[in-house]
């Protein structure tokens, strides 16, 4: 699923990537005026795959990304009636390493204003420990999504919601930066 939306300069278009199928052959890109019409959208996605999910596996696993993502999402959630996210499990797909009440934290933007509002438990939600050195914080990270995703090798998340800036970069990964060259974990 590839997410855009506009940020502070209007006219820009919001844009979401829905499959037909559980295929990626079967993909279709919606375009919306602006996020205002993209986030009711986003919001009945994310909710009808958490029902599929949790009615064929008993969770629904979802990756969050930051920037404009978090209010939209987290204002639309939130005005749905009888939003039960008690068997959700929610990973970071991009997260800086700084405590997290300072505002560069993902993890800390969707506690202030999703989280705290909504019926997921605190083991639902894989945080980093922004207390432990960059490298540490990473295989900490590591064996959380290991214990979350048992006997996968990789874990698959059932939804993925991936923000893009207007320079083009997701996931705090930018466009022709060396970090996109590296093929292996170590």
Not at 40 to 61: M, Y
Request: charged content about 20%.
């Amino acid at each position: 699923m590839e997410l855009t939306a506009p940020t502070e300069n209007p006219p820009r278009e919001a844009a979401v990537e829905i499959p037909n199928s559980s295929v990626m052959a079967g993909r279709r890109v919606v375009v919306f005026p602006s996020s205002a019409e993209l986030g009711p959208v986003l919001a009945h996605l994310v909710t009808s795959r958490a029902e599929k999910a949790i009615s064929s596996c008993g969770r629904f696993t979802l990756g969050l990304s930051g920037g404009s993502l978090v209010s939209m999402l987290s204002k639309e959630l939130l005005a749905l009636p009888h939003l039960d996210c008690s068997k959700w499990v929610v990973g970071f797909c991009d997260e800086r390493v700084v405590p997290f009440d300072d505002p560069e934290s993902t993890y800390g933007l969707y506690k202030n204003q999703l989280f705290s509002k909504i019926s997921i438990p605190d083991s639902g939600i894989l945080t980093i420990d922004p207390s432990l050195p960059v490298n540490e914080c990473a295989e900490d990270y590591t064996c959380k999504l290991k214990e979350a995703f048992p006997g996968e090798d990789f874990p698959v998340f059932d939804l993925l919601l991936l923000g893009m800036g207007p320079d083009g970069h997701t996931c705090s990964l930018f466009p022709d930066h060396p970090l996109l060259e590296v093929s292996a974990v170590r």
